[in-house]
C-alpha cells in the first residue's frame, strides 16, 4: 500500500476542506490515490448529509451581493445560531450570494447546479455539512434588477458587510443623480427591514389573499348585525386599511413618520434630478415560515435521568 504522507494529507484537505483524521482514512480507504480520496470524501458527506437532513434547519444567515444596477438575496439555514458565528459557513454563504448574483439565479435548484470553487454550491454544502455536522439547506434566492437606476442593500444588525439575519434589497429606476439614489434607497430599504411589507402596491397584491382578507373582514363586519349593503361599503374601508399594512407604497415611512412611501418616492425625484420608480424589494429574515421542532422540556429531562 502506498505511504501516506503528511503532505498528501495537507493537499487533500486543501482540496476538499476535510479534517486532518477525515483525509487520513480517505486516504488509506482509497490507497493513497487523491482522486479516488476526494471520491470517498464526497459521498461520505452525502450520507452524512442525509443523515441529518431530517433535523430542523431555522438558523443560519441571510446575504445580499450587489454589482451596479443588479443585486442578489439568499437565505442559507443551519440548525442552531453557533453555525452563523462560524467563519467557513460565513465565507460559504457570502459566496453563495456571489454565485447568485453572477447566474441571475431565482430558484434554489439553478443556485445548486451553480459552480462555486470547482465544484457546484450544493457540493460545497455538503462538505460544509460533513465537517461542521449540523443539517445545512439552501432555503431559497432572489435577484433584482434595473435597466437604468440602482439596486441597494441594507443589513439589519448585520455581522459584516451584506451578511446577517435581516437582509433587504431595493431597486430604483431612475437617470437621477446615484448618489441621490442610494441614500433614499437606502431609507426604503430600512423601512422594508423594519415594516416588513408583503407586496409592492395594491396592484401586486395576490389575489388568493387578497380574497382571504376579504372573507375575513366580511365575515367580521356580519357580525356587526348591519344591512348587506352598509357591510359592503365597510369592507371597502377595511381593505384600504390592509392595503396600509401590506403594500409598500401605502405604508407610512418608518423614518419620517409622516409621509407614505409613495409620497417619499414622488419626492425623491427633486433631489435625484430625475423621474423616480421604485421598481421592486426583496426582504429575507432568517428562519421566516420554518417551524421549529418544540422539544417537550419533561421528555428532555427523562431521557437525562434515564441516560
Not at 486532518?20 to 452525502?46: I, Q
Amino acid at each position: 500500500m502506498a505511504e501516506i504522507t503528511a503532505s498528501m494529507v495537507k493537499e487533500l484537505r486543501e482540496k476538499t476542506g476535510a479534517g486532518m483524521m477525515e483525509a487520513k482514512k480517505a486516504l488509506v480507504e482509497s490507497k493513497g490515490d487523491m482522486e479516488a480520496a476526494s471520491d470517498w470524501l464526497r459521498k461520505k458527506g452525502l450520507a452524512t448529509a442525509e443523515k441529518k437532513s431530517s433535523r430542523t434547519a431555522a438558523e443560519g444567515l441571510v446575504a445580499f451581493a450587489i454589482s451596479g444596477t443588479k443585486g442578489a438575496l439568499v437565505e442559507v439555514n443551519a440548525e442552531t445560531d453557533f453555525v452563523g458565528k462560524n467563519d467557513e459557513f460565513r465565507a460559504y454563504v457570502s459566496k453563495v450570494a456571489e454565485v447568485a448574483l453572477k447566474t441571475g439565479a431565482n430558484d434554489v435548484e439553478k443556485l445548486a447546479a451553480a459552480a462555486l470553487d470547482g465544484k457546484t454550491v450544493q457540493d460545497g454544502l455538503t462538505a460544509l455539512i460533513a465537517k461542521i455536522g449540523e443539517n445545512m439547506k439552501l432555503r431559497r434566492c432572489a435577484t433584482l434588477e434595473v435597466k437604468q437606476g440602482v439596486v441597494i442593500g441594507y443589513m439589519h444588525n448585520a455581522l459584516e458587510p451584506g451578511l446577517g439575519k435581516i437582509g433587504v434589497l431595493v431597486a430604483l429606476e431612475s437617470s437621477g443623480q446615484t448618489d441621490k439614489l442610494n441614500e433614499i434607497g437606502k431609507q426604503i430599504a430600512m423601512h422594508v427591514a423594519a415594516a416588513f411589507p408583503k407586496f409592492l402596491d395594491s396592484s401586486s397584491v395576490d389575489a388568493s389573499a387578497l380574497e382571504k382578507e376579504k372573507n375575513f373582514l366580511r365575515d367580521q363586519a356580519r357580525q356587526s348585525g348591519k344591512p348587506p349593503e352598509i357591510i359592503e361599503k365597510m369592507l371597502e374601508g377595511r381593505i384600504r386599511k390592509f392595503y396600509e399594512e401590506v403594500c409598500l407604497m401605502d405604508q407610512v415611512s418608518v423614518i419620517d413618520g409622516e409621509n407614505r412611501i409613495s409620497k417619499v418616492v414622488e419626492n425623491a425625484a427633486k433631489d435625484a434630478g430625475a423621474p423616480v420608480k421604485l421598481a421592486g424589494f426583496l426582504r429575507f429574515q432568517l428562519g421566516e415560515g420554518i417551524e421549529k421542532e418544540e422539544k417537550d422540556f419533561a421528555s428532555e429531562v427523562a431521557a437525562v435521568v434515564n441516560g
